[in-house]
């Protein structure tokens, strides 16, 4: 499946609702609650105009969405995260995605690092991200959850 890539905006607020609430992305989250939806209404309409994250939507061939890659520039580090559309699960994507946003990141950002945040039993994650040029960092306890932290290096 060919897939492509453009930037979020805020009719994409709905999608990416629907997307954080699923109950997959749910578990394998540190934040495990459902998402209120003005409470997501108000952070997704400041983060698709704060020019320190790249929020974007991934499609396939007919323009479906099948899922999105978010990277935020924090003080210290920047931190990567993924969702894939249920529909699209298993097919592979998640590698694509990840390196495309990357390297889009670094291209717009010229920053050296990106980490990821994994729980350790999300291994199809961890996997992922791996194949995607992240290398595990250290092992951690986030809200006592085991978790690597995982970082890919622009070089």
């Known amino acids: ?64 969405p099948v899922g999105q890659v978010r990277i935020e520039k924090k003080t210290d580090e920047n931190i990567i995260g993924i969702s894939i559309d249920a529909n699209f699960r298993g097919l592979g994507l998640a590698v694509p995605m990840l390196q495309n946003a990357c390297q889009q990141f670094f291209q717009d950002f010229a920053e050296k690092n990106i980490h990821a945040y994994i729980k350790k039993h999300n291994l199809a994650s961890v996997n992922s991200f791996k194949k995607a040029g992240f290398e595990i960092n250290k092992e951690l306890n986030i809200n006592n959850e085991p978790s690597y932290l995982l970082i890919k290096t622009h070089v």
């Open 1 to 64: 499946m060919h897939i492509h890539q453009r930037k979020a905006n805020i009719t994409d607020l709905d999608l990416y609702y629907n997307w954080a609430n699923d109950s997959a992305t749910r578990s394998n989250s540190f934040n495990t609650q459902e998402i209120d939806y003005q409470e997501h209404t108000n952070w997704f309409s400041k983060k698709v105009e704060d020019t320190n994250a790249l929020l974007l939507v991934f499609e396939n061939e007919e323009n479906i």
